[in-house]
Every structure is written in C-alpha cells, then in structure tokens.
C-alpha cells in the first residue's frame, strides 16, 4: 500500500506555504529556478516534456505530431496543455510570426531526479526505502540485482 502523505507533509516537503490546497497523493516535483517548488506534473505533461527536451523548442502543431502516435491529440488540445503548463512555469514561450515556440524551463535530469526524490519519499518513506524494496521485494531477477548494484557502485559508466 502506499502512503500518502498530508497536506502539510507534502507542503513542507518543499517549505513553501504560498499553496493553495492540494490533493493528497500527488506527485510533487522541484522545478528549477522557481520560487515554487511544489509542483504536480501529470502523465500528459510529463509526454510534453519529454518531446520539449527533444526538440529544444518546439510550436503547438510540432508537438501535436510528436505526440499523435501516442495521444492523438487535436491542436487545440495541445495548445490547451501548452498554456497551463506555461502558466505554471514549466514552459517559457516566443512569439515567432504567427507562431509561438515553446521550450521547457526545467532540466531533465534534474527533473527526473526530484521526481524520484518525490516519489521514492512518498511511496517508501525515503530513497533508502525505495532502494531496499528493490532489493528486497521487487522481485528482482539475479541479473538485474547485479545489474543494480553496479549502477549504484558507479560501474556502468
């Protein structure tokens, strides 16, 4: 079962009390260079992203086609997510002619970190946890255990 903390456990978490309420269980993340630091970031908005982080910059209509395999989002859609992601600060924007030219605000790495941190924190208590589950619990296979290890020995350089 995972735990799932309180609002003021989730609050504190990134020590900023300028939130509104908050439902409990979401997926908070750091997003670099902001004041806020407590941020949900959806499945949809984690897929825009990663196409951002691809392409550096990209207009509504090239990440539509990025993501029609996957989605089959229409334009508007896209433009619709686009919009509440800039403004929560995930995204910057251009005016470039008619278009506008998005790109993400956050490194990737660094997201991708803070959402281990969050997740691991939320799930197992702390990374720690998480990485014991891993050994212990997750039903690892002997290959990936070694495998894991030597990740964790820095070994796979």
């Given at each position: 079962?995972?735990?799932v903390?309180?609002r003021a456990a989730?609050?504190?978490q990134?020590?900023c009390v300028?939130?509104?309420p908050r439902?409990p269980g979401?997926?908070?993340?750091t997003?670099?260079g902001y ?6 970031v959806t ?5 825009i992203?990663e196409?951002l982080?691809?392409l550096?910059?990209a207009?509504s209509s090239q ?8 989605r089959?989002?229409?334009?508007s859609?896209v433009r619709t997510?686009?919009?509440r ?5 995930m995204?910057e924007a ?5 278009n ?5 605000t ?7 970190r803070s959402a281990w941190?969050s997740?691991?924190q939320t799930?197992f208590g ?9 050994a ?18 820095g070994?796979?350089?």
């Amino acid at each position: 079962m995972v735990r799932v903390p309180s609002r003021a456990a989730a609050w504190s978490q990134c020590g900023c009390v300028d939130h509104g309420p908050r439902i409990p269980g979401e997926l908070h993340l750091t997003l670099i260079g902001y004041s806020c630091s407590l941020r949900f970031v959806t499945d949809a908005e984690w897929d825009i992203l990663e196409v951002l982080w691809r392409l550096e910059r990209a207009t509504s209509s090239q990440v539509a086609e990025a993501l029609v395999e996957r989605r089959g989002w229409a334009p508007s859609t896209v433009r619709t997510f686009l919009a509440r992601m800039k403004d929560k600060g995930m995204l910057e924007a251009d005016r470039v002619g008619k278009n506008w030219v998005y790109r993400a605000t956050s490194d990737p790495t660094e997201t991708r970190r803070s959402a281990w941190q969050s997740f691991a924190q939320t799930a197992f208590g702390s990374v720690g946890g998480a990485l014991r589950f891993l050994a212990k619990d997750a039903k690892l296979t002997r290959v990936q255990k070694t495998r894991l290890l030597e990740m964790l020995e820095g070994k796979d350089d």
